[in-house]
């Protein structure tokens, strides 16, 4: 086995950047371990417009994030690229086991993030990437000149559907309710888009197409009605995009002790001590009533001031 770091932090999306930022200013010995593309979530968010001091345009998720993650390993953060499947939480010394290593930590931070909630419609698994996608900025560029639908009423899926409306010829936003739940600001610059259109009290049952998306049944909740919306034939297919929330990445942690509520999030005090002494959580992982860029980094502040505290 070789070095037992002061911590370990899981996940280099905003939470475990910026708690590798405070570990590493604290002068902890610091492995920040992600399985795929730094940033999470924020790496595939078009427009980063409130995070404090940005200015509402020019910023990226992919430009703030590399530079939270340049600013971790101008303060000593070490990095491993490697998927957690298994973590050991208990003792002084924690393993966290990859598919590649073991790591060994006196404490860990959490920051594993969420993923978007899939649509639950059929044929959804079969048109993934051949029509339906979860990431605007990604795949917005597939689409341009065709007829985009967008499933979701949160910010999320309002703010890329503006985004989309860039490319498309039409979006339209398929809501299962008559009103929007996003912020008030977001509605407004959707309203006035006027390639945006809206199909409310509907949801997608399912999904079909010859080898690439090009119908859409889609069902009026108050009465019952279903609808089969067929692309064009000069188009050849649709896009979809869901954009209903997020599940917690937190299966791995499952039998280990630490305490999720329902729906699998972890809780935590305001601290960021999970139930494991010496494990903390952060970001989109945990139980909390804002998921944005701003609480997840001051999460991760606070779990790696926490984490410290802990080892002092
Ligand atoms: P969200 O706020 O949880 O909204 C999810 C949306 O999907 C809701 O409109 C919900 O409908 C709908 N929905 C949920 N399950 C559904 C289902 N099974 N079928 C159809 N529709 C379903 O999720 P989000 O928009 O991904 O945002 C997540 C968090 O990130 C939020 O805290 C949000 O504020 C934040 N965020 C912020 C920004 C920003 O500030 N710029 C941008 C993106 C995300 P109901 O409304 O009927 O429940």
């Known amino acids: 086995m070789g070095k037992i770091y002061d911590t370990i932090i899981i996940g280099a999306g905003p ?9 590493g200013r604290a002068r902890l010995s610091t492995l920040i371990i992600e399985k795929g593309q730094d940033g ?53 010394v924690k393993k966290v086991v990859g598919a590649n290593a073991v790591y060994e930590g006196k404490t860990v931070i959490i920051a594993s993030g969420a993923y978007p909630r899939p649509i639950g419609c059929e044929g959804e698994a079969e048109f993934r990437g051949r029509g339906v996608s979860y990431c605007a900025t990604c795949d917005a ?19 890329e559907a503006v ?22 600001s977001i509605q407004e610059k ?9 199909l409310w009290d509907s949801v997608v049952t399912s999904l079909a197409g010859d080898g690439v998306l090009q ?37 791995v942690f499952a039998g280990t002790g ?3 509520d329902e729906n699998g999030y972890i809780l935590t005090d305001e601290e960021m001590r999970t139930s494991v002494p010496g494990v903390f959580a952060a970001g989109d992982v945990r ?26």
């Open 15 to 23: 939470a475990g950047l910026a708690a590798g930022i405070y570990a």
């Open 40 to 92: 999470g979530q924020i790496a595939t968010t078009s427009d980063i417009e409130n995070y404090p001091g940005q200015l509402p345009e020019g910023e990226t998720g992919t430009s703030l994030v590399m530079r939270m993650a340049q600013q971790c390993s101008q303060f000593g953060c070490e990095r491993a690229y490697d998927w957690v499947q298994q973590i050991e939480p208990d003792g002084s």
């Open 141 to 159: 560029n597939f689409f341009r000149g065709l007829e985009v639908f967008v499933v979701g009423g949160g910010d999320a899926a309002v703010e």
């Open 163 to 184: 985004f989309l409306t860039r490319f498309a010829r039409s979006v339209t936003v398929i809501h299962r309710r008559n009103e929007l739940r996003a912020a008030r």
């Open 190 to 198: 959707a309203f006035a888009n006027e390639k945006l259109h809206f």
């Open 215 to 251: 119908k859409i049944t889609v069902k009026n909740v108050k009465t019952g009605e279903e609808t089969v919306l067929e692309a064009e034939e000069k188009d050849g297919m649709f896009g979809l995009f869901g954009f209903i929330g997020t599940v917690p990445n937190t299966e």
């Open 258 to 260: 630490i305490e999720t």
């Open 287 to 312: 139980r909390k009533s804002l998921r944005q860029v701003i609480t997840a980094a001051a999460d991760g502040a606070v779990a790696a001031v926490q984490a410290e505290k802990y080892l002092s």
